[in-house]
């Protein structure tokens, strides 16, 4: 066999096979939105329906074709003639249009399903790639459950559709039964025994085992240059092999294979998001690549070892494939190193002795609350650790709101600052943004309210409101709590201790406010 190219074409087919998977439905503007994507992602060929399946998926195929530009654009079809018809009109105003044109060689698939002999199969297939050659010069041909057919069939199969002018010979693990080793020979010896120059040769793998990915990769080894996949892995079952695993793999392990895709890896993060959010499934934390936790590290001697050098427990950059960054996450497992590098790069300089307490309490707080959030720590700082001066502290002294149905809101705040007691009034579009404006007026400096929560802490009507409020001046962010019965009052407390929270920081980390 001649040695295959360099280029591992990527070929998408979240849009065809991953909306098969259970519960998944996409209309037609949330696939072209998806095929835009991938435009800017560069794959090669999007598979973007079965026309002939449902009046949705022509449309959506029509759509997508017409949208994108740079990548072939597939359809589904069975060998019938209606279903390679209707997907040459649904591709018609495609820049490259591909038919893609499948038929399962089996035993099992070809007796109980088709009902069909091998002869038959192969009648079926030749009349069907000649006439989705005969509108279309990219058609692309799919034995579907070969990993489960007979090699002698298969290599008859394959030879016959590359001969009435396939130029895409697939090879489906349909359904995700091969193991790697298996399949990577496999696959050699079809390649060789078909012995076409002029067809790039294909894998499609299903998940079954968990091994769609390690059997794609192990297919490039033996020469496809094609491989099918979805982002984030969706499809039927337990899914198709995931797009993102494989070209990183690729291209993390370039040791291992002569070949590259096109793929601009720094997208992976954003299209897996926007896969995510249009098809309602959410990524699992721990998933490779682009899970949430994939470039997150929580155990001390890990934390130590990433500060030291990243690439102890990194083998690929979270830059690299558009993931927010590197998360030292802070909880139970951390270590010492990992605690103080956070505090000095939340801008604290804390002396030895401040430095062991505030350990032990982030320790201890870790006990009590399973995420220890920058915001926690800053606040701890301030209020074992640091501690707010008392000169700059404000107090509130008496507040009062008035709320009726004809006027408007208003609220008049006394709050004192060392020995001086001020008292502003304010109208708002609410009591509490009233309450905000009229200590706005007594401050010297005015804050951004970055965010503001409030709950009841239980159902019952004499339950205390709690109010959380974050403050933002400069870089500086601040959070407040505060409880009562009265709701108003929660939040006006909420708001002070904020307030008093950000003239502590600034005062550690020397901003004048
Ligand atoms: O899994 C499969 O065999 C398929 C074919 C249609 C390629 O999805
Ligand atoms: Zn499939």
């Given at each position: 066999m001649e040695r295959p190219d360099g280029i591992v074409r990527i070929f998408d087919t979240t849009m065809r096979d991953g909306e098969q998977a259970a519960r998944i439905n996409l209309n037609t503007g949330e696939k072209v939105q998806i095929a835009r994507q991938l435009e800017r992602l560069g794959v090669d060929i999007i598979e973007a329906g079965f026309p002939a399946s449902s009046p949705g998926d022509y449309d959506a195929v029509l759509n997508v074709a017409q949208e994108v530009k740079t990548p072939v654009v597939a359809g589904l079809a069975r060998t019938r003639e209606e279903d390679i018809t209707v997907a040459g009109e649904a591709l018609r105003n495609a820049a490259h249009p591909r038919i893609h044109v499948f038929i399962a060689t089996s035993p099992i698939h070809m007796e109980y399903?088709?009902?069909?002999t091998p002869a038959e199969v192969l009648k079926e297939a030749e009349r069907g790639v000649r006439l989705a050659r005969s509108i279309t010069n990219d058609v692309e041909f799919s034995a579907e459950d070969a990993s489960r057919s007979d090699v002698d069939f298969l290599v008859e199969v394959f030879t016959l559709a590359a001969e009435c002018g396939a130029t895409t010979l697939n090879i489906p693990d349909t359904v995700g039964y091969a193991m790697p080793s298996e399949f990577e020979a496999f696959c050699r010896t079809i390649i060789n025994r078909v012995n076409k120059r002029d067809v790039i040769w294909s894998v499609h793998c299903h998940n079954d085992l968990g091994l769609g990915v390690a059997n794609s990769l192990a297919a490039v080894r033996a020469g496809a240059r094609q491989v099918e996949c979805t982002i984030n892995g969706l499809?039927?079952?337990?899914?198709?092999?995931s797009m993102e695993e494989i070209v990183m793999g690729l291209r993390t392990r370039?040791?291992?294979?002569e070949a590259v895709t096109?793929?601009?890896?720094?997208?992976f993060f954003s299209t897996s998001k926007l896969v995510s959010l249009l098809t309602g499934v959410p990524v699992q934390?721990?998933?490779?690549?682009?899970?949430?936790?994939?470039f997150s590290h929580e155990a001390g001697i890990h934390q130590h070892g990433m500060l030291c050098n990243k690439a102890t427990y990194e083998i690929m950059t979270p830059e690299s494939v558009g993931a927010p960054g590197t998360d030292l996450h802070l909880g139970k497992h951390s270590g010492r190193h990992a605690f103080n590098e956070r505090v000095e790069k939340l801008g604290y300089q804390l002396t030895g002795e401040q430095s062991v307490s505030a350990f032990e309490y982030f320790k201890e707080l870790c006990d009590k609350k399973k995420d220890v959030s920058d915001g926690d720590i800053e606040a701890f700082l301030m209020d074992r650790i640091i501690q707010v001066t008392p000169e700059s502290r404000y107090d509130l002294k008496d507040y009062a709101v008035t709320v009726g149905s004809g006027g408007k809101p208003t609220a008049s705040i006394t709050l004192a600052h060392g020995d001086t007691e001020t008292t502003e009034a304010a109208v708002g579009n609410g009591p509490v943004d009233a309450a905000y404006k009229a200590i706005l007026k007594i401050l010297t400096f005015s804050p951004e309210l970055t965010e503001f929560r409030i709950r009841a802490t239980?159902?019952?009507?004499?339950a205390l409101g709690e109010a959380h409020v974050i403050l933002r001046y400069k870089d500086i962010k601040a959070q407040g709590r505060g409880a009562s019965t009265d709701i108003i009052e929660a939040t006006i407390r909420a708001y002070i201790e904020a307030v008093n929270r950000l003239y502590s920081v600034a005062a550690a980390k020397e901003v004048t406010i």
């Amino acid at each position: 066999m001649e040695r295959p190219d360099g280029i591992v074409r990527i070929f998408d087919t979240t849009m065809r096979d991953g909306e098969q998977a259970a519960r998944i439905n996409l209309n037609t503007g949330e696939k072209v939105q998806i095929a835009r994507q991938l435009e800017r992602l560069g794959v090669d060929i999007i598979e973007a329906g079965f026309p002939a399946s449902s009046p949705g998926d022509y449309d959506a195929v029509l759509n997508v074709a017409q949208e994108v530009k740079t990548p072939v654009v597939a359809g589904l079809a069975r060998t019938r003639e209606e279903d390679i018809t209707v997907a040459g009109e649904a591709l018609r105003n495609a820049a490259h249009p591909r038919i893609h044109v499948f038929i399962a060689t089996s035993p099992i698939h070809m007796e109980y399903k088709l009902k069909l002999t091998p002869a038959e199969v192969l009648k079926e297939a030749e009349r069907g790639v000649r006439l989705a050659r005969s509108i279309t010069n990219d058609v692309e041909f799919s034995a579907e459950d070969a990993s489960r057919s007979d090699v002698d069939f298969l290599v008859e199969v394959f030879t016959l559709a590359a001969e009435c002018g396939a130029t895409t010979l697939n090879i489906p693990d349909t359904v995700g039964y091969a193991m790697p080793s298996e399949f990577e020979a496999f696959c050699r010896t079809i390649i060789n025994r078909v012995n076409k120059r002029d067809v790039i040769w294909s894998v499609h793998c299903h998940n079954d085992l968990g091994l769609g990915v390690a059997n794609s990769l192990a297919a490039v080894r033996a020469g496809a240059r094609q491989v099918e996949c979805t982002i984030n892995g969706l499809g039927e079952r337990a899914g198709n092999a995931s797009m993102e695993e494989i070209v990183m793999g690729l291209r993390t392990r370039a040791d291992q294979f002569e070949a590259v895709t096109r793929i601009d890896t720094t997208k992976f993060f954003s299209t897996s998001k926007l896969v995510s959010l249009l098809t309602g499934v959410p990524v699992q934390p721990n998933k490779a690549i682009v899970g949430i936790n994939a470039f997150s590290h929580e155990a001390g001697i890990h934390q130590h070892g990433m500060l030291c050098n990243k690439a102890t427990y990194e083998i690929m950059t979270p830059e690299s494939v558009g993931a927010p960054g590197t998360d030292l996450h802070l909880g139970k497992h951390s270590g010492r190193h990992a605690f103080n590098e956070r505090v000095e790069k939340l801008g604290y300089q804390l002396t030895g002795e401040q430095s062991v307490s505030a350990f032990e309490y982030f320790k201890e707080l870790c006990d009590k609350k399973k995420d220890v959030s920058d915001g926690d720590i800053e606040a701890f700082l301030m209020d074992r650790i640091i501690q707010v001066t008392p000169e700059s502290r404000y107090d509130l002294k008496d507040y009062a709101v008035t709320v009726g149905s004809g006027g408007k809101p208003t609220a008049s705040i006394t709050l004192a600052h060392g020995d001086t007691e001020t008292t502003e009034a304010a109208v708002g579009n609410g009591p509490v943004d009233a309450a905000y404006k009229a200590i706005l007026k007594i401050l010297t400096f005015s804050p951004e309210l970055t965010e503001f929560r409030i709950r009841a802490t239980s159902e019952l009507a004499d339950a205390l409101g709690e109010a959380h409020v974050i403050l933002r001046y400069k870089d500086i962010k601040a959070q407040g709590r505060g409880a009562s019965t009265d709701i108003i009052e929660a939040t006006i407390r909420a708001y002070i201790e904020a307030v008093n929270r950000l003239y502590s920081v600034a005062a550690a980390k020397e901003v004048t406010i």
